[in-house]
């Protein structure tokens, strides 16, 4: 595959987001590192995350699986017309690194990239929760994108480096291409009685923890209802 490009990266403190009273469904205090902002130069990339970002639930994101979350330029377009949001800008889905050339379909579970003086790994496709919706007020947004399968999808750190918007994204090695992130979400999301392929993708030896483990209790509970275990 071509090099891809890093067009923007950003961070944000975990805050306080207080209710404004109004009573709508989202309008409820939260704490969230989701509000993020892009950053000009370049930044440290650790093993769990960029310097200067944070997650408000770190059991849930973060981490040395979710250490960087990755999320395609294309998509925005679709997304400001679909939503009528035309002022989505790069970290709109909360993700660290909007890029470019490295789409769900086009890229696999375990590749190897360098970027900048970093190297990272393909970890697991992202699954969007309720934040996403509350941040943009619409109910069924995280819905959507898991329908859709424009996830995004998270980098394990490798080796550490400092990183800034405009680097090239180059592949260094792909050790698992049966097992792009587009197939990943689908055996995830819409083929959930594919026991096989869930077992076959937990299997994976490059694939994070939390998703293995879920397919693994996946096939298990589907054993049990059978009343084959």
Not at 156 to 176: C, K, M, N, P, Y
Not at 201 to 224: F, I, Q, V
Request: glycine share 8%.
């Amino acid at each position: 595959m071509k090099a891809a490009k890093l067009l923007s990266i950003q961070i944000a403190s975990a805050a306080e987001i207080p209710a404004t009273g109004i009573a709508a469904w989202w309008d409820k205090p939260w704490t969230s590192g989701f509000h993020k902002q892009a950053v000009a130069g370049r930044i440290w990339l650790g093993y769990e995350g960029l310097r200067g970002d944070q997650q408000a639930d770190r059991e849930n994101h973060g981490g040395v699986d979710k250490a960087v979350c990755v999320y395609a330029a294309e998509h925005y377009p679709s997304w400001r017309d679909v939503l009528k949001l035309p002022e989505m800008a790069h970290g709109a889905f909360g993700e660290n690194f909007t890029v470019q050339g490295l789409m769900e379909s086009e890229i696999c579970i375990g590749d190897v990239f360098q970027v900048g003086a970093a190297r990272v790994q393909v970890s697991q496709p992202r699954q969007p929760c309720w934040k996403l919706a509350r941040r943009w007020r619409i109910k069924d947004l995280s819905a959507q994108v898991e329908q859709n399968g424009r996830t995004g999808f998270y980098f394990r750190v490798l080796q550490h480096g400092w990183v800034e918007a405009g680097d090239t994204i180059e592949l260094v090695d792909r050790s698992f291409p049966r097992f792009a992130v587009a197939y990943a979400n689908q055996i995830m999301h819409r083929r959930k009685n594919d026991i096989a392929a869930a077992m076959e993708l937990a299997s994976c030896p490059l694939l994070s923890g939390s998703w293995k483990d879920s397919l693994w209790l996946r096939a298990e509970n589907n054993e049990t209802t059978d009343g084959s275990a």
